[in-house]
């Protein structure tokens, strides 16, 4: 009889390991931080092509030496480089080195939450962090989120930095690409929040570090430099 217990223990034991290892934990990991690039490091740290395989993956970032954006939603890759300055092609390949990446894994969100009208990061990312911990997430951590519907404006750049150039600000870095505004257009971001990694994921001034892809005549995709909506629905990971 006690044979029979521990078996039934040790199959029950297997059946659990196997099902956390389908799992993902949505642990936020990076390469690379912001304040290395503001001084002149645009060096690769890390390859796309290591993590591709990884299911339900989501990640943004920066190109090496600054010459296009990364998007990764649920595996699929939205690689963004400027043309001419005024147009921006996609690359949907993952055969890219990045300066920085910051990447997780979410196999499930929650259902959408109707977040209130908001103008700028600080009131959403205030929206994000209330709705993060009803939903029992530690915001001390770092997390992924998306937002998906249709934004008031989305102010966007994708980067394409001067070869040579070692002066960098925010604002060189917004203009010296392509760029542009959407307005009253479906958009759905990937973001992510941490109140730790100012400088280093997030900009020093917000929590948050979001990209976006937009269907319009044509597939864009970028960096999300200014935020307004009131029709806009956020999902965390469940």
Request: aromatic letters at 10%; glycine letters at 6%.
């Amino acid at each position: 009889m006690r044979s029979i217990k521990f078996l039934y223990l040790i199959i029950t034991l297997v059946l659990c390991a196997c099902r956390e290892e389908k799992g993902t934990d949505h642990t936020v990991i990076h390469y690379g931080a912001l304040m290395n690039i503001m001084s002149g490091n645009l060096e690769a740290t890390a390859s796309l092509d290591s993590i591709h395989d990884l299911p339900h993956l989501y990640a943004l970032g920066a190109l090496e030496n600054l010459k296009g954006e990364i998007q990764i939603f649920d595996g699929e890759s939205y690689v963004s480089k400027a043309f001419d300055n005024d147009s921006v092609i996609l690359e949907p390949r993952f055969n890219h080195n990045a300066a920085l990446l910051v990447y997780a894994q979410v196999d499930e969100w929650t259902n959408a939450i109707l977040l209130k009208q908001f103008s700028d990061h600080t009131t959403l990312e205030q929206q994000i962090e209330t709705h993060a911990l009803l939903h029992g997430i530690d915001t001390d951590q770092p997390f992924p989120f998306l937002i998906k519907g249709k934004v008031d404006q989305l102010n966007w750049h994708v980067i394409n930095w001067i070869d040579g150039d070692m002066e960098h600000n925010h604002k060189k870095h917004q203009e010296s690409g392509a760029y542009g505004i959407i307005k009253n257009q479906d958009v759905e971001i990937i973001g992510f929040y941490s109140k730790k990694h100012k400088a280093v994921f997030t900009h020093h001034t917000t929590f948050l570090h979001m990209h976006f892809k937009a269907l319009m005549h044509n597939i864009i995709a970028g960096h999300v430099d200014e935020l307004r909506a009131s029709d806009a629905t956020l999902y965390l990971p469940q």
